[in-house]
């Protein structure tokens, strides 16, 4: 099931599709998108069926003209993965359902064009090509028997013309495959310079397999333990227990540093002294040694200890000439690649050695500068000098570039154990043949071998047309071509019946035309069958669909076929089925009908689509019983056209309707108006009240005329719904001015008489604004 339609760019009428945005967005079981005509719902349509066959050439030949927007469609599904269409092709197709499409597109290339079915109409209704006037399997075999023997002499004589020129080891057949190769003669070259080299890998097999990989360089980091280390703290005891102890070792030694008498301390097992056995108890010393080496500063100064020798350890001349050495060694083996196995690789680029190990060594004085600032002072926090944290930053950003090197490298590394492994089994035979290959594509497209080929093939053909009218295997297709009519076409004449039609479709059995079956189509009507051919369509004298069937009758009969593929298709309960404007064109005793059988589909199928221009008929299809049904308003008032997840408008009233008619008729026939251009003239101001009032019903006092509401859209607020019909401001501006010429007090007490072709223009722009959309 499809979620939504996340991202819609630079197609159709579509510079940018916006979605309602959150769940309110997501599209549901059943869901009817209503959108007045030319407003993007074909476009859609064409995305859908363009996501379902993965043709890209539905949605590049909709590319919004004039735009230099790049096309792209997401499609969120409801698992949570995205499909894509981007750089003119589809991505992640492999979980998508089959979309099923009831389109203009859909009746021209399935039933109806005009008043007759053609061929290739056929071919999809039935899964056959099926002619008309056939003539018999025998007719067409005596007639190949007729040109067999002469064309048989022509196919030898071209044959063997052919076979002059055809290289060892290749057929007529497969010497035809061989496509042609851009720049041949250069790949060519460069084939035969493949081969060399091959040959010299070969020769240097062992040196290549014992050559090492390359070593991935060492990055330092910042000891973890750093910030713990200058952001600690002792307090005043540990401090004063510690100056006590010096004071002491001064006074009664020779330099004896704290770690002698921690050795004593750590091995005492009563109140003597353990280095002189002299009693202590009692004595203020004993309490400052338990104090200070039982205390937070001795873990203060262990941690610091760890953290120097992890920055020795990473940032020290050792590490720096480690790092020195691999970087210097990468140059060298690709060096060896290129001279000795012939195969050149591109190191990432991380800038000069030295000005690397430059800022390492920046950090590394950093750090431990500030350590031993620490060291110096440990009972308060020790912050990083503005040069430290900087130099450590900078060793950061550096750090970051060797890791990205890191993984390029790995990557080359994986290719350089490629070839170590296929070194020893190395296989020129491979590209002997393809040097061999190229050489007869070459020659197969050569200006004589292209026209030994035409004269082959002309032969060959006129051969081929006699033995294909011979084959007796059409028995078994003709079967075949029987039962698919019988399967489909029952349950299109089923549907028939419940659209109330007086038609139904019947077969007149299975011909041959082109050694191919052949399924000929009719109509039964009141009795009588009634040809589907061209040439009965053409001759006005005979009984054909150009002059039984109406419009409507054809349009049922099309969608009774659709809704047939619908039902009997096997994958129909995972199947998406798209509805546009399915009753456009049907007789209204047909409506409920087709929303009953639109529900059904709903209910066998996985989701389905309604778009329509039709707000009765939107409305109806959205009351399915059972169905969780949401509603949607293609709202093109701006360059940026939203889909917005809304419920549909209510159906405008009959004034409405009769202002909106009689301008659309004068359009259409201004000769038929000319005692009415002033009445014709006040209704543009009366329907874009009547219009705005029906579109934003909340936004209007009672008494607010066309240039009130006017003033209001410019005043309005961004973001709300009136400020989305500010691009149409100044076109109704200019309306209402022309418009006040015709009512008392507008200019005079008199109104002007109208101009019967400056009225029919600002109609015209009238009725645009009005198609343009809005918000309710």
Same mark, same amino acid.
């Given at each position: 099931?499809?979620?939504?339609?996340?991202?819609?760019?630079?197609?159709?009428?579509?510079?940018?599709?916006?979605?309602?945005?959150?769940?309110?967005?997501?599209?549901?079981?059943?869901?009817?998108?209503?959108?007045? +005509?030319?407003?993007?719902?074909?476009?859609?349509?064409?995305?859908? =069926?363009?996501?379902?066959?993965?043709?890209?050439?539905?949605?590049?030949?909709?590319?919004?003209?004039?735009?230099?927007?790049?096309?792209?469609?997401?499609?969120?599904?409801?698992?949570?993965?995205?499909?894509?269409?981007?750089?003119?092709?589809?991505?992640?197709?492999?979980?998508?359902? !089959?979309?099923?499409?009831?389109?203009?597109?859909?009746?021209?290339?399935?039933?109806?064009?005009?008043?007759?079915?053609?061929?290739?109409? =056929?071919?999809?209704?039935?899964?056959?090509?099926?002619?008309?006037?056939?003539?018999?399997?025998?007719?067409?075999?005596?007639?190949?028997?007729?040109?067999?023997?002469?064309?048989?002499?022509?196919?030898?004589?071209?044959?063997?013309?052919?076979?002059?020129?055809?290289?060892?080891?290749?057929?007529?057949?497969?010497? &035809?495959?061989?496509?042609?190769?851009?720049?041949?003669?250069?790949?060519?070259?460069?084939?035969?310079?493949?081969?060399?080299?091959?040959?010299?890998?070969?020769?240097?097999?062992?040196?290549?397999?014992?050559?090492?990989?390359?070593?991935?360089?060492?990055?330092?980091?910042?000891?973890?333990?750093?910030?713990?280390? $200058?952001?600690?703290?002792?307090?005043?005891?540990?401090? *004063?227990?510690?100056?006590?102890?010096?004071?002491?070792?001064?006074?009664?030694?020779?330099?004896?540093?704290?770690?002698?008498?921690?050795?004593?301390?750590?091995? #005492?097992?009563?109140?003597?002294?353990?280095?002189?056995?002299?009693?202590?108890?009692?004595?203020?010393?004993?309490?400052?040694? =338990?104090?200070?080496?039982?205390?937070?500063?001795?873990?203060?100064?262990?941690?610091?200890?760890?953290?120097?020798?992890?920055?020795?350890?990473?940032?020290?001349?050792?590490?720096?000439?480690?790092?020195?050495?691999?970087?210097?060694?990468?140059?060298?083996?690709?060096?060896?690649?290129?001279?000795?196995?012939?195969?050149?690789?591109?190191?990432?680029?991380?800038?000069?050695?030295?000005?690397?190990?430059?800022?390492? #060594?920046?950090?590394?004085?950093?750090?431990?500068? *500030?350590?031993?600032?620490?060291?110096?002072?440990?009972?308060?926090?020790?912050?990083?000098?503005?040069?430290?944290?900087?130099?450590?930053?900078?060793?950061?950003?550096?750090?970051?570039?060797?890791?990205?090197?890191?993984?390029?490298?790995?990557?080359?590394?994986?290719?350089?154990?490629?070839?170590?492994?296929? %070194?020893?089994?190395?296989?020129?035979?491979?590209?002997?043949?393809?040097?061999?290959?190229?050489?007869?594509?070459?020659?197969?497209?050569?200006?004589?071998?292209?026209?030994?080929?035409?004269?082959?093939?002309?032969?060959?053909?006129?051969?081929?047309?006699?033995?294909?009218?011979?084959?007796?295997?059409?028995?078994?297709? =003709?079967?075949?071509?029987?039962?698919?009519?019988?399967?489909?076409?029952?349950?299109?004449?089923?549907?028939?019946?419940?659209?109330?039609?007086?038609?139904?479709?019947?077969?007149?059995?299975?011909?041959?035309?082109?050694?191919?079956?052949?399924?000929?189509?009719?109509?039964?009507?009141?009795?009588?069958?009634?040809?589907?051919?061209?040439?009965?369509?053409?001759? !006005?004298?005979?009984?054909?669909?150009?002059?039984?069937?109406?419009?409507?009758?054809?349009?049922?009969?099309?969608?009774?076929?659709?809704?047939?593929?619908?039902?009997?298709?096997?994958?129909?309960?995972?199947?998406?089925?798209?509805?546009?404007?399915?009753?456009?064109?049907?007789?209204?005793?047909?409506?409920?009908?087709?929303?009953?059988?639109?529900?059904?589909?709903?209910?066998?199928? +996985? #989701?389905?689509?309604?778009?329509?221009?039709?707000?009765?008929?939107?409305?109806?299809?959205?009351?399915?019983?059972?169905?969780?049904?949401?509603?949607?308003?293609?709202? !093109?008032?701006?360059?940026?056209?939203?889909?917005?997840?809304?419920?549909?408008? $209510?159906?405008?009233?009959?004034?409405?309707?009769?202002?909106?008619?009689?301008?659309?008729?004068?359009?259409?026939?201004? %000769?038929?108006?000319?005692?009415?251009?002033?009445?014709?003239?006040?209704?543009?101001?009366?329907?874009?009240?009547?219009?705005? &009032?029906?579109?934003?019903?909340?936004?209007?006092?009672?008494?607010?005329?066309?240039?009130?509401?006017?003033?209001?859209?410019?005043?309005?607020?961004?973001?709300? !719904?009136?400020?989305?019909?500010?691009?149409?401001?100044?076109?109704?501006?200019?309306?209402?001015?022309?418009?006040?010429?015709?009512?008392?007090?507008?200019?005079?007490?008199?109104?002007?008489?109208?101009?019967?072709?400056?009225?029919?223009?600002?109609?015209?722009?009238?009725?645009?604004?009005?198609? *343009?959309?809005?918000?309710?």
């Amino acid at each position: 099931m499809i979620k939504r339609i996340n991202v819609l760019k630079g197609i159709g009428r579509f510079t940018l599709l916006n979605s309602t945005s959150g769940h309110q967005g997501d599209f549901s079981k059943l869901n009817v998108i209503y959108a007045n +005509n030319a407003c993007g719902k074909s476009t859609l349509c064409d995305v859908f =069926r363009s996501l379902d066959t993965g043709n890209p050439t539905y949605i590049i030949g909709r590319k919004r003209l004039g735009s230099n927007v790049q096309q792209e469609v997401v499609v969120l599904m409801d698992g949570g993965q995205s499909t894509r269409f981007q750089n003119s092709q589809w991505h992640g197709r492999d979980h998508c359902p !089959p979309v099923l499409v009831y389109d203009d597109r859909f009746i021209a290339e399935n039933v109806f064009i005009g008043h007759h079915i053609s061929v290739d109409q =056929r071919r999809n209704l039935y899964g056959l090509v099926i002619g008309d006037q056939a003539i018999t399997l025998k007719q067409a075999v005596d007639a190949a028997e007729q040109q067999l023997s002469s064309a048989t002499t022509a196919l030898n004589t071209a044959q063997a013309n052919l076979n002059r020129l055809i290289p060892v080891g290749y057929t007529i057949e497969s010497f &035809r495959r061989l496509a042609a190769v851009d720049d041949v003669d250069a790949k060519i070259i460069k084939a035969t310079s493949e081969l060399r080299l091959a040959e010299q890998t070969k020769t240097k097999a062992d040196a290549i397999q014992a050559r090492r990989s390359l070593a991935t360089l060492p990055i330092a980091e910042v000891p973890e333990s750093l910030n713990r280390v $200058l952001n600690s703290t002792l307090d005043t005891a540990s401090l *004063a227990a510690e100056e006590k102890i010096r004071k002491h070792l001064a006074a009664t030694s020779h330099g004896l540093p704290l770690s002698w008498v921690k050795q004593g301390f750590d091995s #005492q097992i009563s109140t003597a002294c353990p280095h002189c056995g002299q009693e202590m108890l009692g004595l203020d010393i004993l309490d400052s040694y =338990r104090l200070f080496f039982s205390g937070e500063l001795q873990a203060q100064e262990q941690l610091r200890e760890l953290t120097q020798s992890a920055l020795q350890s990473a940032f020290g001349e050792v590490a720096q000439n480690q790092l020195r050495q691999i970087v210097i060694s990468h140059a060298t083996e690709q060096d060896w690649w290129k001279d000795a196995a012939g195969y050149e690789f591109s190191l990432p680029h991380i800038g000069d050695i030295e000005t690397i190990i430059s800022v390492l #060594q920046g950090a590394y004085q950093g750090i431990d500068s *500030a350590l031993k600032r620490k060291q110096a002072n440990p009972a308060s926090e020790t912050s990083l000098t503005v040069e430290e944290s900087a130099a450590i930053t900078s060793w950061r950003e550096k750090a970051a570039e060797l890791s990205a090197y890191n993984v390029a490298l790995n990557a080359i590394c994986g290719e350089l154990q490629m070839r170590k492994a296929s %070194a020893g089994v190395t296989d020129i035979v491979p590209l002997q043949l393809r040097i061999s290959e190229l050489t007869a594509c070459k020659k197969r497209h050569a200006q004589d071998t292209i026209d030994a080929y035409v004269a082959f093939d002309t032969a060959a053909s006129q051969k081929s047309t006699a033995q294909r009218e011979k084959q007796d295997a059409n028995d078994a297709l =003709r079967e075949q071509s029987n039962e698919l009519f019988q399967r489909y076409g029952s349950r299109i004449n089923e549907l028939l019946t419940l659209f109330g039609t007086d038609f139904q479709i019947v077969s007149e059995g299975v011909t041959f035309r082109g050694g191919f079956p052949s399924g000929q189509l009719a109509i039964e009507l009141c009795g009588t069958r009634v040809s589907a051919s061209p040439e009965a369509a053409s001759d !006005p004298s005979q009984p054909s669909l150009a002059n039984t069937l109406s419009g409507g009758d054809r349009s049922a009969l099309t969608l009774a076929y659709f809704l047939a593929k619908v039902e009997m298709a096997a994958n129909v309960a995972r199947s998406i089925v798209v509805f546009d404007d399915p009753y456009h064109n049907q007789d209204r005793s047909r409506r409920q009908c087709t929303i009953e059988r639109i529900h059904n589909v709903t209910g066998i199928a +996985n #989701q389905c689509f309604v778009f329509s221009h039709d707000l009765e008929f939107a409305r109806a299809v959205e009351k399915c019983p059972g169905t969780t049904t949401k509603t949607f308003i293609i709202n !093109p008032l701006n360059d940026s056209v939203t889909l917005e997840a809304r419920s549909l408008p $209510l159906l405008p009233n009959q004034a409405y309707l009769r202002n909106y008619h009689l301008l659309h008729n004068y359009l259409e026939n201004p %000769a038929s108006y000319l005692q009415r251009l002033k009445e014709v003239a006040d209704t543009i101001r009366v329907i874009l009240e009547e219009y705005l &009032r029906l579109k934003f019903p909340k936004a209007w006092a009672e008494n607010d005329w066309l240039g009130e509401m006017i003033g209001k859209i410019r005043e309005a607020q961004a973001g709300t !719904p009136l400020s989305l019909c500010q691009p149409l401001t100044e076109e109704l501006g200019y309306i209402n001015t022309y418009s006040q010429r015709f009512h008392h007090g507008g200019i005079g007490e008199m109104a002007d008489v109208p101009d019967s072709i400056e009225l029919r223009t600002y109609v015209d722009r009238t009725l645009k604004v009005i198609h *343009a959309g809005g918000h309710g």
